[in-house]
């Protein structure tokens, strides 16, 4: 658990009774249009599975921001991660991918990899911002009707002899 410089924005790994709050944000903040794939039984799912890490940023009892990433060998894939619109550009995201990113790091990760909708634009900024490059696209991606931006933020170079690629 750490808090925000302020002190008032608490960041700590999601209980099982956020399910249902994070699966709505999901639908709310960033499945809009192409109904709803994270159910709160499928958060559930991440929140309890060992190689997934699912973090909130609380204020007061609301949450306001949440991350999923899977952790592989060598790569880890951010799934979602969104802020609510009321608490955006206050650094909320970037705080809590730095976490996911220092865990990712502890881990041994080589690359983050993540997809975003293409017309997502702002998130584009907000990903290169943080490091992140454009690895490619994939038509069709979401609902076979919506392109995905693939992007990653390599960490380290990956093993030696590893089959592993950047996409
Ligand atoms: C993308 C998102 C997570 C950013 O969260 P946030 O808490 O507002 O981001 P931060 O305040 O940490 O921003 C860090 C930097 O990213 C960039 N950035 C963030 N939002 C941006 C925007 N709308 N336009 C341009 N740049 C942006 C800026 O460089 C910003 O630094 P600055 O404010 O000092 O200029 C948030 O807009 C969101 O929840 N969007 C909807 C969900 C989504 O699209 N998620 C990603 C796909 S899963």
Redesign the pocket.
Known sequence: MTRSAAGSILFELAAEADALEIARMSRD??ETGLGWSWTATRVLRSIRDPETLVLVAREGKSII?FAIMDFGEEAAH????????S???????????DWLKESALTAGIAVIK?E??AG????Q???R??GFEEVGWTVGYYRRRETALRMALRLREPATGSPHSTH
Do not use: K, S, W
């Open positions: 903040l960033i921001g951010l799934a979602l991660l969104a802020v609510d619109p608490h955006r550009r206050r650094g909320i995201g970037r705080d809590v991918f993540l975003l909708r997502n634009v702002e998130a900024h907000f990903y911002r943080l």
